[in-house]
Each structure stands twice: as C-alpha cells, then as structure tokens.
C-alpha cells in the first residue's frame, strides 16, 4: 500500500501543475508582487517595511490562502468528479480516507510553498529602490508558516464542501458562502465573534511573530475585541484543521461517485 | 460466481436508478444489455465500488465491493466517459494508474498493457492529441495494466470506428481466453453477440431477462414486428396488404400505415410486389421495432 501511496503523491502533485489552475495560482502569487514593486517605485512617503506588512495582511495571507484554497480545494475532489477521473483514483489499493489525507497534505504543503514565493517576491518588491527590509527573511518565513495553517484549515474546508455537496455550484456556494459571510464582514467588523474567524486567528499567531509583538497600525480594525493570542490562536486552528480533516476523510467514505447521470 | 447480487436497489434522489436486481455472473464474458439509462452503468459503478447500494446485498468475486481496496485491485474498470489527465501521455496515464493499484514495476506493466493494446507508436504523445480510437485502446490498457482477474467495460465500443471495434473486440476476447471474466456493457445487440452468447438485459433498472443471446435474437425475430410504411396513396396499400397472411393488424395514421407482421422477413420480401400490384406509390419503410428498446417493451409487458 505504501508503494500505491506513493503514486498518489506524485498523482497529486501533476494534477496541482496542470490546467487553467495552475495559470490561475500563478496570477494570484504574482500579482501582489507587482503591486507592491509598483507602489515602492511610484509610491511617496512609503516605508518599505509597511508596504510589505500591509501587502501580508491585505493580500497574502487572506486573499491569497483563500482563493489558492478555493481553486485547488473544490478541484481535489468535485474537479476530478467532473472531468471523470475519480472512478481511476477511486478504483486503488488505497483506501479513500488517505487518499483525501495524501491529496490534502502534498496539496497544503504546495500551496504554502507558493505562499513563500509569493512573500518573498513582495518583500522584495516593497524594498524596491529603497534598501533592505529589515528582518525580511525572518519575516517571511514566520508568515509562511502561519500562512500554511491558514492553507490547511480552509483546503480541509473546501475539500469538505467538494465531497459532501454533489454539484460543482452547489459546493462552489458552500464554500464561498461562509467565506464571505463570516471571513471577511467578522475580521472587518469589530465585534466579539470576529475572535472565531480564520483569519483573526492567524493574526493573532502572527502577533508575537512578526512586529516584535507590538500592535501596529495594521490591527486597527481588530482593536475593540481581544486578538487571540499565539495559544488561543494555535490552539483554534489545530481545532478547526482536525475537525475538517476528518470530516473530509468521512465524508470521502462516503461519498458514491455518481457521475453526471446520477443527476 | 464472479457477481452474485441479491434484491440490489440504488436510487439518486426520487429517481430510482436499479430496481430489486438480482443476478448471477459466472466465469468468462457477459453481456449487459440495455438501452440508454437503463441502470447499466449504476450497476457497473457498484460492481467496482464506486457506488454504494441503497439496499439489498452484491458480492464480487466473493467480496463485497463498496469502501475494499483489497477488491479494487482485482478488477479492471473501462468508464464510458473520456476522462483523462489530458496533460499526461499514454505513457505516463497508464503508469501512473498501475502504480496506485499497487504493482511495483508499474513502468513495465504500463510498456506491456500498451503493446497489448497496439498503442505503442503514440505511447509517448499526450493523451490530448489522441483520436477516439486511441483513447478507447489507451483506457483498455489502464484497466488491464495491473494483470486484474475481472474486467468491467462500460459500452467500450460506443463511437468507435469498425476496425478499431474489430480490434477491441479481438482484445477482450483473448483476456478472457487467458482466464479473465469480462462484464461489457452495450445497448447495441449485435456488438454483444459478437463477443458473448451469454447476456443479462436490463431496462428501466429492472433485470428483464438473463441467459443464452440466440433466446433474444429468437424474441426479436418472432415476436410481432411493426412497420412503419409511407406511400403516396395510403389507403390502396392497406386495402391490398389487408389480403396478406403475413399481416395482423394495420392502422392508417395521418397518411402513415402502420402494419404489425410476425413474420417481418417474408413481409419485407414481399412488400415492393404489393405496393407496385397497387400503384400505391411506396415511399418509406421504416421498423421501429427493429431496435433493442422494442424487445425490452415487449419483454416488460409479457
């Protein structure tokens, strides 16, 4: 079975290069990048390092973690479906729970290698003609890392609504529904649950990572409720990736692949 | 016993889709027959556990086949659907699919499954570039690369030209005289008869009728046969086809006869003599009974 596992890594890895995908990740790592070069370049009065911070909370590790979730996410599971390739997967020495597992690892850990291209191209950018950032290594790497919980929280998510809905709208709906009603209008609004969203969580991780522990300018909008800590923080997202993880696994259990005809 | 399934219901929804099946599949190939929708690849997608049965109970090769991986191995799986990693090669595809049904030298399994199929020219081309031909063979070599005793076909001949069908037909054959069962689905009768004598026929989800495929040739070629005629002067062809033995029954329908005949060769035969001997002026025969849903309606209604 190890060796059949294998061939699912690998598997995995050429679905995840292939494809109008792929096309769109790239876009969506390089684009914050070009921006930030663009207002480090043409920008006044700019600090590099705040361009570089904003850009992180803005772009990177919102948008950017959601949207390569959301692309790869309802692929792993609804994309294969649909083009017709589950039944070869499905049909496999290896069960369907670690099939799900292998595909959402090797998927968590290439997106957060993006994640690090991606930061790092903005850091590099933001400092465009006007020095070094400092710390900018350490900086990017202690996003990466709380970039990829992010990835592997909302993938497990996304792969959950590919598995459990049975059109690709309907799972589509599922998993940009919540996203926007509580992701963005509870991180943007001031409020005591904004505490149980994704992203106010990976902030509160980033905290004592990056800024040297001091609230900056950039957790204005979280300021009238109390930013999870590193503990609370890890300790939330751990919750959550486990609770989706196997959820996923469950619910790829269960799931017939039916086909087209089924509806 | 290769399927043994018991009382076998599936339904999507409000739809049911396999209505109380039960069936025996012995050893070599067998047909299933059954025309579009009748519940033939929903049988086919439980038999390889990619489906699960809403109740009643299936066995394939003694195990039951939904969430069994153990099982999965052991059988082959040719969809109806072109479902492929477009981006890989024939190569590639057929390697990759091997390697996660476990075969270790799962490059050689993939080189001797495409020689099998005469794939080896276009073995290193995308799958993208592939003709419908190809992708029919391509998809046979993925489903036999990992040596399995029991191989599920899901209408492989559909859309395929007579040369390359001749070819696959060959290619099931000689898997099935090296020891492997086949299960081919199809909703056309002389494709099954050229590979099987033994066939299952399903309609509307329900088993019909199973055994020997002369019994069904014997239904089709007995069993009262309509006939569609068009002729410029309806009613003279009536009056003159009312006189025939051949003929039972014969309705006029907006200008179009339609006439029931037993005995449809000897009517066939005969039918330009009597149109001419009433200058009825014949326009157009057609037998709408002359497909596979015409039997299973027959077949239904006994």
């Not at chain 1, 009065?45 to 979730?69: A, D, K, T």
């Not at chain 1, 990835?151 to 940009?176: E, H, K, Q």
């Not at chain 1, 522990?213 to 919750?239: C, K, Q, T, W």
């Not at chain 2, 067998?30 to 519940?39: D, E, F, Q, Y």
């Amino acid at each position: 079975m190890l060796h059949a596992a294998i061939g699912f890594v690998g598997l995995t890895l050429r679905s995840l290069t292939g494809g109008k995908r792929a096309w769109a990740a790239a876009l969506l790592v390089l684009l914050p990048p070009v921006f930030a070069g663009l207002a480090a370049l043409f920008g006044k009065q700019v600090e590099p390092i705040n361009l570089f911070h904003g850009f992180i909370f803005e772009f990177s590790l919102w948008f950017v973690i959601y949207l390569l979730s959301l692309i790869y996410g309802i692929a792993l599971t609804m994309g294969e479906i649909e083009d017709g390739t589950a039944g070869y997967l499905y049909l496999s020495a290896v069960p369907k729970w670690l099939i799900v597992l292998i595909q959402m690892a090797v998927t968590t850990l290439a997106l957060t290698a993006l994640l690090f291209v991606n930061l790092a191209l903005t850091g590099l950018a933001a400092s465009l003609g006007k020095g070094e950032i400092p710390h900018l290594w350490r900086d990017v790497f202690s996003c990466t890392l709380v970039g990829g919980a992010g990835i592997l929280v909302s993938l497990g998510y996304y792969v959950t609504c590919g598995l459990f809905f049975r059109s690709p709208m309907s799972a589509l709906a599922g998993a940009l529904i919540p996203t926007f009603f509580w992701e963005i209008l509870m991180t943007s609004w001031p409020i005591k649950f904004a505490g149980f969203t994704l992203t106010n969580n990976l902030r509160g991780m980033l905290l004592p990572l990056v800024f040297d522990g001091r609230r900056g300018p950039l957790y204005r909008y979280v300021r009238n409720f109390h930013l999870p800590d590193y503990g609370e923080a890890s300790m939330f997202l751990s919750i959550l990736a486990g609770l989706f993880l196997v959820t996923a696994m469950v619910a790829a259990m269960n799931r017939s692949i039916e086909g087209k005809e089924a509806r | 016993m290769i399927v043994e399934a018991e009382r076998l219901n599936k339904w999507y929804g409000r739809v049911i889709a396999l209505n109380d099946v039960s069936l025996k599949i012995g050893a070599g190939i067998t047909g299933l027959l059954g025309p579009n929708g009748a519940g033939k690849t929903s049988l086919m997608r439980i038999l390889i556990g990619l489906m699960r049965e809403s109740s009643g109970t299936i066995r394939v090769l003694g195990e039951r086949p939904w969430n069994n991986p153990k099982l999965s191995v052991r059988i082959g799986y040719c969809p109806e659907h072109d479902g492929f990693y477009e981006g890989m090669t024939g190569t590639q595809f057929v390697s990759a699919l091997a390697r996660i049904r476990g075969v270790r030298d799962a490059a050689g399994a993939a080189r001797r499954a495409i020689d099998w199929v005469h794939m080896d020219e276009a073995a290193d081309r995308k799958i993208v570039t592939y003709s419908r031909g190809m992708r029919q063979r391509i998809k046979l070599a993925q489903a036999v690369a990992h040596k399995p005793e029991l191989l599920i076909l899901d209408e492989p001949l559909t859309g395929s030209d007579p040369l390359v069908r001749q070819e696959l037909i060959g290619l099931i054959k000689t898997f099935a005289q090296e020891g492997g069962s086949v299960i081919v689905s199809s909703h056309v009768l002389h494709e099954i008869e050229q590979l099987t004598r033994s066939i299952v026929l399903i309609h509307r989800g329900r088993l019909v009728a199973e055994g020997d495929v002369r019994q069904i040739r014997d239904l089709i070629d007995h069993h009262p046969h309509t006939v569609e005629v068009k002729a410029e002067r309806p009613r003279e062809l009536a009056a003159a086809l009312a006189r025939e033995p051949e003929v039972v029954e014969i309705r006029l329908d907006n200008g179009t006869l339609w006439v029931r005949t037993p005995k449809p060769d000897q009517f066939y035969a005969k039918l330009p003599a009597i149109a001419l001997g009433a200058e009825a002026g014949l326009l157009e025969i057609s037998s709408p009974d002359d497909n596979l849903e015409a039997v299973f309606r027959y077949l239904t209604e006994q």
